[in-house]
């Protein structure tokens, strides 16, 4: 019988460090879509007694690593890190999206200047915060990016996409250290 072993999305592909930008696969635990049913005060205090974390304003992101809440768009979020409570299905409908989503960390100085050949949102500090999220499309492909610190953001895109989505970066990093050096 064959021995099957689990593979993260990005299997050995990373992490992979270009001039002063360095790509990281994350590992979220957790991925839980949280739609609530009624108005967004009622889940936001279900999500705070369950997780101790707000129902994000759009565009924002709540808690921090091993429980964030990230807006995912109208009346919807992800809840990052623990899996989520029963009690939360009085307010929302849960789907486990887990193994759906493959999860990577950019850093360094040249991280914003990656980013900028990909993605058609302003993401420079001035602007995007950290704790400032966007729905946008990164290359070809629709994405989630949270900024997590001063020079690092958290990308999210479908698993299946996760090749796709190393190829872009590596490329990216590629042509902004070539200039930098």
């Not at 302003?122 to 946008?136: E, Q």
């Not at 990164?138 to 997590?148: D, F, I, K, P, W």
Request: aromatic share 4%; charged share 20%.
């Amino acid at each position: 019988m064959a021995e099957l072993k689990a593979r993260t999305p990005c299997g050995d592909l990373l992490p992979l460090t270009l001039g002063d930008a360095t790509l990281e696969e994350l590992d979220l635990g957790h991925v839980t879509s949280v739609m609530g049913f009624g108005d967004e005060a009622s889940v936001s205090r279900a999500l705070e007694a369950a997780h101790g974390v707000a129902f994000p304003k759009p565009n924002r992101t709540t808690g921090k690593d091993g429980t964030r809440c990230i807006w995912f768009g109208r009346n919807q979020a992800l809840l990052i890190g623990p899996e989520a409570k029963a009690s939360l299905t009085e307010q929302a409908a849960l789907v486990d999206q887990s193994d759906g989503w493959c999860a990577v960390s950019l850093s360094g100085s040249a991280s914003e200047d990656v980013l900028a050949r990909l993605v058609p949102v302003d993401l420079r500090a001035g602007h995007f915060k950290r704790g400032h999220t966007a729905r946008t499309q990164l290359g070809h492909m629709m994405a989630s990016v949270t900024r997590t610190g001063a020079n690092s953001f958290m990308i999210l895109v479908f698993r299946s996409m996760a090749a796709t989505l190393v190829h872009e970066l590596e490329t990216a990093m590629q042509a902004v250290a070539s200039r930098r050096v």
